[in-house]
């Protein structure tokens, strides 16, 4: 993306960039250097004088302290409580987070256990109530994705497998031997499709949902 | 001390769109003015970052003269954030002024 005029020593500076970013990630350099070019086109050093360009380019930085910038990344900073404290959080503080996600997790794939699973749910929704690790939304996104598990698993998997049930059809026939024999057919109608295909989809939104709010936690 | 002031920039800038949505060029400039960057350039990796973890979102933008140019606006998480951010740090400022303050004059 580059304007016809283009002050030499822009030029040059882009260059020297590129060179400082080939150590990053290409999409992380690509972008940054592609950043940094539009914020030179903004200050439209096209026709100004070199003295003008010389202190544009100052106050930019070196290309090597740019691109340093764009470097390590240190741990992100969604809870403000991180960023004030110069110590990482104790180990305990997380406990309640995790411990609800686990157990309504294990609700969920214990769901068949009911005497075990319900209390494990039960459980997990007090403990995610408790919470105080995350916010208000992000409590939200573990009611909506997690906490529904068991129920939905569960009530999932019951109904799929009424449906297969009541699809199939058992005919009883004697033969000339006096045999009974029993013929079922059992014949896949959409729902037996889709409610299955269904159930995969919120386990992976599940997995994602379980991965973002781990991730904040730290 | 690099991670608080970081962190402190990262809500400036969120601070400095939550009026209304911005050219990065001008963000930039502001923060270089009021004095918080040494180097301006080191702004686009942060504005990068804050995209990256969905605080900010940016969308292209037709210029006056030029080719188009992107316009960087706050998500909500980017204003949640910017909330308890200022919860935090009201409360940080106060801790840290009175002892420092109290040093000071004993």
Not at chain 1, 191 to 210: D, F, R, S, T
Not at chain 2, 25 to 41: Q, R, T
Request: aromatic letters at 4%; charged letters at 20%; hydrophobic letters at 45%.
């Amino acid at each position: 993306m580059m304007t016809e005029a283009q002050h030499p020593l822009v030029t040059d500076y882009l260059r020297r960039l590129r060179e400082a970013t080939a150590t990053l990630p290409p999409t992380v350099a690509v972008e940054l250097v592609a950043d940094i070019e539009e914020h030179l086109d903004s200050a439209n050093l096209g026709a100004r004088s070199e003295a003008d360009v010389r202190q544009a380019l100052d106050r930019l930085g070196s290309p090597e302290e740019v691109a340093a910038a764009a470097g390590p990344e240190l741990p992100p900073l969604s809870s403000p409580d991180a960023l004030i404290a110069s110590s990482p959080p104790a180990a305990g503080t997380h406990r309640l987070e995790s411990v609800a996600l686990l157990l309504l997790v294990l609700a969920e794939v214990l769901f068949i256990v009911v005497p075990l699973s319900a209390p494990l749910w039960v459980a997990g929704v007090v403990c995610l109530v408790l919470a105080t690790g995350w916010t208000a939304r992000e409590k939200v996104a573990a009611a909506a994705f997690v906490a529904t598990g068991f129920p939905l698993v569960g009530l999932g998997v019951v109904v799929s497998a009424l449906v297969v049930a009541e699809l199939g059809a058992c005919s009883a026939s004697s033969t000339s031997t006096g045999d009974v024999i029993e013929t079922c057919t059992t014949t896949t109608s959409p729902l037996g499709v889709i409610l299955p295909a269904l159930l995969v989809a919120y386990v992976v939104a599940q997995v994602v949902v379980i991965r973002r709010l781990l991730r904040s936690l730290r | 001390m690099a991670q608080l002031r970081r962190g402190v920039l990262e809500h400036c800038v969120l601070a400095l769109l939550e009026g209304e949505a911005r050219y990065a060029y001008d963000l930039v400039s502001d923060l270089g003015e009021a004095g918080l960057v040494a180097s301006e350039g080191t702004v686009y990796p942060l504005l990068s970052r804050l995209r990256r973890d969905g605080l900010v979102e940016t969308v292209w933008r037709e210029s006056v003269a030029g080719p188009p140019r992107r316009y960087y606006s706050l998500t909500l998480n980017g204003r949640d954030s910017l909330d308890a951010f200022r919860r935090s740090w009201r409360d940080f400022r106060t801790s840290v002024d009175r002892i420092v303050d109290g040093e000071a004059r004993s």
